[in-house]
C-alpha cells in the first residue's frame, strides 16, 4: 500500500524484523501469567548505529540506568526486555539483575556486553525472577528469527490488548530502506519522554549524531504526545538500531533525500504512539488534539496535551457529551499564553463531520444532534485555534472510563 | 469545644455569620433544578477591609475578572455567589451580566457597586439566566439574616454533597475574635490558586497588606493544596473580608498575638481544604500525604501534591491495593530533586496504624494484612520522606472511582 502525499510504502505485515538483517524473538518464561509471551530478543549481526531516548522520571529502574550508559557508545547488536516485573525500585540487587541478563544475553549470542540494551516494564518494587529469566535466555537466542517480530511485539506487552508494530520502506540513493518499530503501552502513559517502551529497526546507513538528534526531535512531537493517565513511567524507553545493511549513502542532516527519510520515520513514531493511546488502559475512544495558532510549538504541544490529558475533557468524551467549556478551561489552565478573545474551537470525527461550537472566545449556537452523532464516533478530534502565533502540534489520548477504574482499582501493575 | 494544642476554639454550629457584624441569605431562583439554594449574599454593614485570591486559569471567567478588579481597592461590604451557571467564556454579554448583578445587589443593600464582589460556579459556555438572579437579588437582600450561613454555604454548592463551614474563636488583645468560612468543591479541582470557592469572614481588626498577604501565604498551604481531579477551573476565588467589630490593636505583622491568629486562620482554611478533598466528586475515600525531608517547602507541595493527584495512585487507593510502587513513581516524575537511595515511604490510617513499606529506596517485607487494614479505612494517609532537607508539606485528595466516572460522564457541569 503506497500511502498518499508521502514517498514511503507501508509494508504489508511489516514488522521489527523487516529491515535487512534483524532477527527477533518473543518467548514465555513464567514470568506472566496464563503462558503469555513475557521476554523479547531484537538481534542483528552487524553492529548498529544506535539511539535512545529515556524516562525522565527521577525514580528511573535498573535496565534505564544501564540502557542509558550503553547508548551513549551509539551503537548496539541487541535489544533484550522483560514483560511482567519493571525492575525499578529494587535498589543494588535490581542494578546486579539487570547486569547479568545483559551478560547473560551477550554471552549466549556471543557478542559484548556492552553491545546489550536492556529493557523491562511491569510490576514495580519486587525483585526480577531471574531464575525464570536466565533460563529463557538461551531459548530466546536459539528462536531468533525473520519471523520473530510479531512474537517480539507480544513479549513486551503488559495490559496491553493488541500488539503495536508497524514497517514503512524508502527508496534512498536507489536502495530500498526499511523503518520499522514495536511499542508497547497502555498505562502509566504521559508525556516526558517516552512513557512506554518503543524499539525501531532500520538497514538505514546513518550518522550516530545525526540518529540521536533526529530520534529526539520526533519523539517530542511522536511518544511525547500521547497521555494516557498522566503518569510518567519509570522505565520508559525509545532504543532505536541501523545496521546500515541497505547500503545508502550516509544519512545525515545534509543528505538530499534527509525529508522523505524523517517523514518516514516520523510516520513509524506516530504510528505507534497513537496505537498506545487507542490501546490506552479501559479506552473506549481515541480522542485527538490539534493546536494551532500558538506562539511557540512548545506552547502547541502543552496546550495539545493539557486538552487530552484533563480527567474532565476525557470523561466527557467518554459520556459522548459535547461539553466544550471544560476543554477551554483546560486550554486556561495549561499555562500557555493566548487571547481568549481569539479562540476558535471545533469538533470533528477526524472524516467530514465537522462542527464549530465556539469561534472568538464564544460560544456558537450549532447542531447539537450533529455533535452528538460526532462524538458516538470511536474517535473524536478536538480542533482548538488561537489567534496568537503560527505553531502547531497535535496530542493523543483516550477516554477515561469505568473499565479504567477497573483495571487499575484491582490490578497490580 | 477547645482544640488541643491550640489557642483557638471550634464554635458549635459555626457559620459565615458568626463574625460580628455579617448577615448572609441562601435562596432558590430556579437556575439548578429541584428547588436547591443557589443564589448566596454576604454582607456586613461595616465596611470591612477584604482580601482576595484568584484563578490562575487563562480563561477567566467574568466575574473573577471583576472581582479582582473590585479587590484592589481592599474593602468591601458585600459578596454575591450564584451557582449553576460559571458565566465563564461568556464573552462581553457576560461581563455585562456580572456588572448588572453587581450593580442590582448595590442597589438593593444601598451601598455602592465598587462595595461588592461577586462570584459564580456552574456549566461554562452558557449565558447566565439573568431573569432569575436579577428577580433573586431583592429575595437574598431581604432575607439576609444571623441565622443565613447555612443557607448561604447551601446557595454555593454544585456537584457538592455537603456544605461546608466552619467558624473558630480566638482572644485578641483581650476581646474575643471570630473567623469563619464557607467553600465549594467538588470537581475541577487542583492547585493553581483556588480552584474552588472559599468565603472568609472575620469580625478582627487588621491591616489590609497584612490581610492581602496572610491571605495568599495560607491560601498556598491549603485551598491549593488540595487535588481532585487535575483541573483548576475558571472561577476559582477565595474572597476574605474582615470588618474590625471585634475592637482589637490592629492585627499585622508586628502584632504580639500574630501567630495565633495566623494559627487560627489557617485552621479555618485547612478544614474547608480538606472539606472539598473529602466531598470530591464521586470520592469514596480522603487521601492525605505528608511529604518530609525535601529541599524547599515548594518542592515538598509538589511531590505531595502530585502523589495525590496521580490517578493511578487514586485508583489503587480505590482498590484498596498497597500499590505503593505507584506512590513512588509519581513522585520520580514530579520534577522534585531527591535521592532514591534515602526515600521512605509510609501508609497509615492517620490514627495508630502505621506501615513503613520503603527505606532508603528499597522495598520492605511487611504485614499485608495490616495494610489492607489501613486501606479498608475511609482515611488514608502517604508519608514519603526524602532526606534531602528539612521542608515539608501535606496534600489532600481523593481515590477515583466508578462514581467520578459517572458523575462527570454524563453530567453537564
Known sequence: MKNSNTSFKIVDNGSITSPKGFLASGICTGVKENEQLDLALIYCKKKAVAAGVFTQNNAMAAPVIISKEILKRQSLKAIIINSGNANACTGKRGMEDAETIQKTTAAFLDIDSTEVAIASTGVIGVPLPMDNIIEGIPEAAKQLSKKGGKAAAQGIMTTDTINKEIAVEIELDGKIATIAGIAKGSGMIHPNMATMLGFITTD????????????????????????????????????????????????????????????????????????????????????????????????????????????????????????????????????????????????????????KVLENGLPLEYDEELVTTILKNQSVRIIVEANNGSSSATAWGCDLTYDYIKINGSYRS
Open 204 to 355: 538505514i546507513v546513518i550518522s550516530p549524531s545525526y540518529f540521536q538528534a533526529i530520534l529526539r526531535e520526533i519523539t517530542e512531537g511522536t511518544f511525547n504526545m500521547v497521555t494516557v493517565d498522566g503518569d510518567t513511567s519509570t522505565n520508559d524507553s525509545v532504543i532505536a538500531m541501523a545496521n546500515g545493511e541497505s547500503g545508502n549513502r550516509e544519512m545525515n542532516e545534509n543528505h538530499p533525500q534527509k525529508d522523505m527519510f524523517v517523514q518516514a520515520l516520523q510516520y513509524v513514531c506516530e504510528y505507534l504512539a497513537k496505537s498506545i493511546a487507542k490501546d490506552g488502559e479501559g479506552a473506549s475512544k481515541f480522542i485527538e488534539v490539534e493546536a494551532h495558532g500558538f506562539i511557540t510549538v512548545s506552547d502547541a504541544r502543552k496546550a495539545a496535551k493539557t486538552i487530552a490529558g484533563s480527567n474532565l475533557v476525557k470523561t466527557a468524551i467518554f459520556g459522548e457529551d459535547g461539553n466544550w467549556g471544560r476543554m477551554i478551561c483546560s486550554l486556561g489552565y495549561s499555562g500557555v499564553p493566548f487571547d481568549m478573545e481569539g479562540v476558535k474551537l471545533n469538533l470533528s470525527d477526524g472524516q467530514e463531520k465537522n462542527v
